[in-house]
Structure formats: C-alpha cells, structure tokens
C-alpha cells in the first residue's frame, strides 16, 4: 500500500525552493555548477598544498633560501 506524503513537509519545500532557485532556469543551472566546481577546485588545491607542505616540511626551496641569500 502506498504511503502518502504531505506536501507540506520541512524536506519537500527545501526541495522545492531549490528546483525554484537553481534547476528550473537552465542559465543559473550552469552558472551554479561552474560555479561550485571553481570553488571545489581552489579548496581541493588549498588543501592539497597545506598537506604537502606539511609532509615536506624543511626540504622545500622556501624552507630553506635564506641560507643561501
């Protein structure tokens, strides 16, 4: 037997507001993505180089120039 589902629920109207807000205009849909996968990115390559950093630490160029400045 199905189970019926208000459609007023907390879940159903943030999804609604999201198709609304984002997905329904094909334009802002792409814009979001873009968007995100620029942000996802930047925060990927940040993390990325402050792990690095911290694995190499003393044996980077940076670590180590000014004894021989």
Do not use: C
């Not at 999201?18 to 620029?38: C, E, H, M, P, Q």
Request: hydrophobic share 40%.
């Amino acid at each position: 037997m199905p189970v019926k589902s208000s459609n007023n629920t907390t879940a159903n109207r943030f999804a609604r507001a999201g198709y609304n807000t984002i997905v329904k205009r094909n334009s802002v849909f792409l814009t979001t993505i873009f968007v995100s996968a620029f942000a996802m990115e930047m925060a990927f390559d940040s993390i990325s180089d402050r792990i690095w950093d911290n694995i190499n630490k003393g044996r980077q160029w940076k670590d180590i120039a000014h004894k021989y400045e």
